[in-house]
């Protein structure tokens, strides 16, 4: 068994990740977490998030990964008690304060150890696996030779757990201090500003006048910015290395971005399992060129140090994300969309879809009418409820998207 592990920022990216293919989620509430700038859960929230993924079969992670002050422990405890009542399948821990209170508080709370933990080498995942973590989520910087490695050195019922796709920070396992010294807000408490993707010029000491920009190209050099991680290709050398969960980084990401990577992993993990020489279609591996990406690079599995871009900072997309699917009324032969982006009558609009059958087709907006059955030439309205003629019985949550001009 491999699961397939998905951010979720907020309710509707969670309800996204499921519908894709998700076997998980990880999300924060609204404290104690390393995206304090999602919009995260309130405690209410986190109680119907709880029960809309058990009641799916799913299992839902709470990151409590924040590098702890004196001052958070009281409320931490309290925290914990509550996630375990709410029933959580896990809490994800980086710092070793935090976990012992976790341990002392909520007994019956699995643990996961953090990537912001270092976890590199076989005898550190030990230790933790002594300390009763049944879950170690690597470090980015290791090796699948390290994998195998660690692996082989614990027991079998401790998981790895390993990122697949997505943001990669250019400080060693994101303990970086670099937002922190620039405009306060630490990266160690959630509030990373991400500074390793400004721009930045060099001055010499005793020079009078302008800074020296460092100029490989007219838009600045980003010589602190990071390749976006793609292993999508590399599916089944995960595996045997002994990895059990792929991570999708993206809790800050859009909806759009959870369906679509979620969906093209999904496929390719599913078709490797059934036949280990699988190599992925192009159109999954293109998937990911359809939503928000900088360059792609495989990290440091492969030993290999090509992660800096030194072009840019800005990541692409080359699909803009319409609608989503509310609905499809086959009496009528008609698909009810929820408006997203503006698209117009003639336009063709992709289909993305967690159901192989539709993915990648396309549909022409021919006709189109609002829920009073008046006819709309343009979908300009934001989240709009709008019926499209569509021989397609796509499900609900499916997405609706268009090249970007």
Same mark, same amino acid.
């Given at each position: ?15 996204? /990740? ?9 999300? /924060?509430?609204?404290?104690? %977490? ?15 998030? !709880? ?9 839902? &992670? ?16 309290? #925290? ?7 029933? !959580? ?11 012992? !209170? ?11 150890? %953090? ?42 019922? =401790? ?11 250019? %400080? #060693? ?10 405009? +306060? ?11 390793? *993707? ?8 005793? *020079? ?6 460092? +100029? ?39 909806? #759009? &971005? ?9 496929? !390719? ?49 080359? #699909? ?44 022409? =907006? ?12 343009? /979908?300009?309205? =934001? ?8 021989? &397609?019985?796509?499900?609900? *949550? ?8």
């Amino acid at each position: 068994m491999i699961e397939l592990l998905a951010p979720s920022g907020d309710y509707n990216k969670l309800k996204t /990740a499921l519908h894709f293919g998700a076997d998980a989620v990880y999300l /924060a509430g609204n404290k104690f %977490s390393l995206r304090a700038n999602a919009k995260n859960f309130g405690d209410e929230e986190l109680i119907s998030a !709880v029960n809309y993924v058990h009641s799916k079969g799913k299992k839902i &992670y709470i990151t409590v990964n924040i590098f702890a002050n004196n001052s958070d422990f009281d409320e931490l405890k309290d #925290y914990f008690v509550f996630l375990q009542r709410i029933g !959580v399948d896990a809490v994800i821990i980086s710092d070793a304060g935090v976990l012992s !209170v976790a341990k002392s508080v909520a007994a019956g709370l699995e643990i996961h150890l %953090s990537t912001q933990a270092n976890i590199m080498n076989k005898y550190a995942a030990k230790f933790w696996a002594d300390e009763g973590v049944k879950r170690i989520v690597l470090a980015r910087e290791s090796t699948l030779r390290d994998i195998r490695e660690i692996r082989d050195h614990l027991p079998d019922d =401790v998981e790895l757990e390993a990122f697949v796709h997505g943001a990669m920070c250019i %400080s #060693y396992s994101g303990r970086c201090l670099l937002s922190n010294f620039l405009t +306060g807000r630490s990266g160690n408490r959630g509030e990373c500003v991400q500074a390793c *993707r400004w721009e930045y010029s060099i001055f010499e000491k005793n *020079r009078k006048g302008e800074p020296l920009t460092i +100029g490989e190209e007219e838009r600045g050099t980003y010589i602190l910015n990071s390749k976006d991680l793609n292993m999508i290709e590399h599916i089944g050398d995960l595996i045997d290395a002994g990895v059990y969960s792929f991570k999708i980084e993206g809790r800050m990401k859009s909806q #759009y &971005y959870v369906g679509g990577v979620v969906n093209a992993y999904r496929k !390719v993990i599913d078709k490797t399992l059934e036949d280990r020489n699988y190599i992925p279609e192009q159109r999954y591996v293109d998937e990911l060129y359809k939503n928000s990406h900088r360059k792609y690079t495989t990290g440091f599995y492969y030993g290999e140090y090509d992660s800096v871009c030194l072009e840019t900072s800005k990541p692409e997309c080359d #699909y803009d994300f319409i609608a989503e699917v509310k609905g499809y009324d086959g009496d009528n032969g008609m698909l009810i969309v929820e408006q997203r982006n503006r698209f117009k009558k003639g336009d063709s609009l992709e289909i993305l879809s967690a159901d192989d059958n539709y993915l990648n087709r396309s549909i022409t =907006v021919d006709k189109m009418y609002d829920t009073s059955g008046n006819i709309i030439e343009d /979908a300009k309205l =934001v989240q709009q409820e709008i019926l499209i003629p569509c021989e &397609y019985a796509l499900q609900k *949550r499916d997405i609706l998207r268009k090249k970007s001009n």
